[in-house]
């Protein structure tokens, strides 16, 4: 029903930059909320940024660890949010996911759908 596809990971040195991109499709209604997550090898799941559907591109709020690194924006437009991550530190080493709270067509529900996940890797 709905697709969440990521894009834009890839290996970094130290004091790099990348930027992901997280693309949603299907019998979407409407997007609300969106987010990143990172999952580090052998650590469990943790929010990384967060973005409303609010005019004027939403609120948005992060993780003490990227606070004044990375920066979340969407394009309602095109049902696709991003993360500008700059000053990348080999601990930023992790497995980025997409998460959005969409309304469907099916029944107009509100559900949680995730993606598949984008590598990123900082070397020191």
């Known amino acids: 029903q709905v697709q969440l596809v990521e894009s834009g990971g890839g290996l970094v040195q130290a004091g790099g930059s990348l930027r992901l991109s997280c693309a949603a499709s299907?019998?979407?209604?409407?997007?609300?909320?969106m987010y990143w997550y990172h999952q580090a090898p052998g650590k469990q799941r943790e929010l990384v940024a967060g973005?409303?559907?609010?005019?004027?591109?939403?609120?948005?709020n992060y993780a003490d660890s990227v606070k004044g690194r990375f920066t979340i924006s969407r394009d309602n437009a095109k049902n696709t949010v991003y993360l500008q991550m700059n000053s990348l530190k080999p601990e930023d080493t992790a497995v980025y996911y997409c998460?959005?709270?969409?309304?469907?067509?099916?029944?107009?529900?509100?559900?949680?759908?995730w993606g598949r996940g984008t590598q990123v890797t900082v070397s020191s």
């Open positions: 998460n959005a709270d969409v309304q469907i067509q099916r029944d107009l529900g509100r559900y949680s759908y």
């Open positions: 299907g019998s979407i209604v409407s997007i609300y909320a």
């Open positions: 973005i409303t559907s609010g005019g004027s591109g939403g609120s948005t």
